[in-house]
């Protein structure tokens, strides 16, 4: 399958812990990557990799994997992550495309 | 610190060709896939085709028949066509650089760590 399945809305209240997650068979073969949007901006990378940050992403960031489930957890979420956030990897039935999920909008309530 | 530079025409009518161009500044150009990512308004992000250095292209099954994305080494650029817009085609374009890194256990790392800033394409007559 060539999907990544999002949950399309997630809230969390000002500095616990959230888990957005991510579903699809590409994540068996590649580690998903993690985007982060705010509205009027280009996507950020916040997560690559097994559990990579970026240069200047605070690390209350964290990525995990588990079967085809890749999952984003903010630890301490403070207002400025309220955003979209986009998980993505290749398509691994061999054609290779490029495939993104719905997007997971966080609320920080 | 590689950056991306996008343009192109923001306002198309239907049955007109989408032209945009990416730039790549203080990085290698070789060696990476390059893509085109668009967002209709309100909606999420959507995969168009990417391309590396040797011009080597793959593209979204959905837009196949209408894309063309091409390379121009010499100027460290690629551009995108999209053929025949309509309305469904307006969009904010962005273009990216792509990371495939093969790990252990044959897991791979895939990343855009790259992207340019956006072109707002509207298709109306």
């Known amino acids: 399958s060539s999907e990544l399945t999002q949950d399309p809305a997630v809230s969390v209240a000002l500095g616990q812990t959230v888990r957005i997650t991510c579903q699809g068979d590409?994540?068996?073969?590649?580690?998903a990557s993690w985007y982060q949007q705010k509205p009027g901006q280009a996507p950020v990378l916040v997560i690559y990799?097994?559990?990579n940050r970026p240069s200047g992403i605070p690390d209350r960031f964290s990525g995990s994997s588990s079967g085809n489930t890749a999952s984003l957890t903010i630890t301490g979420a403070q207002a400025e992550d309220e955003a979209d956030y986009y998980c993505?990897?290749?398509?691994?039935?061999?054609?290779?495309?490029?495939?993104f999920g719905g997007g997971t909008k966080l609320t920080v309530l | 610190q590689v950056q991306l530079q996008q343009w192109g025409a923001g306002l198309l009518k239907p049955s007109e060709t989408l032209s945009l161009t990416c730039a790549v500044y203080?990085?290698?150009?070789?060696?990476?896939?390059w893509s085109w990512i668009r967002q209709p308004p309100g909606k999420g992000l959507e995969w168009i085709g990417e391309?590396?250095?040797?011009?080597?292209?793959n593209y979204n099954p959905s837009l196949k028949s209408r894309v063309t994305i091409s390379v121009d080494t010499s100027k460290n650029q690629f551009s995108l066509k999209l053929s025949s817009v309509t309305a469904a085609d307006t969009a904010v374009y962005y273009c990216?650089?792509?990371?495939?890194?093969?790990?252990?256990?044959?897991?791979?790392?895939?990343?855009?760590?790259?992207w340019g800033k956006g072109t707002t394409v509207t298709v109306s007559s």
């Open positions: 990216a650089r792509e990371v495939l890194v093969r790990g252990v256990m044959n897991y791979y790392y895939y990343y855009m760590d790259v």
């Open positions: 203080g990085g290698s150009f070789s060696g990476y896939y």
């Open positions: 391309i590396n250095h040797s011009g080597s292209t």
């Open positions: 590409s994540l068996r073969s590649y580690y």
């Open positions: 990799g097994k559990n």
């Open positions: 993505n990897s290749r398509d691994s039935s061999g054609n290779h495309h490029v495939v």
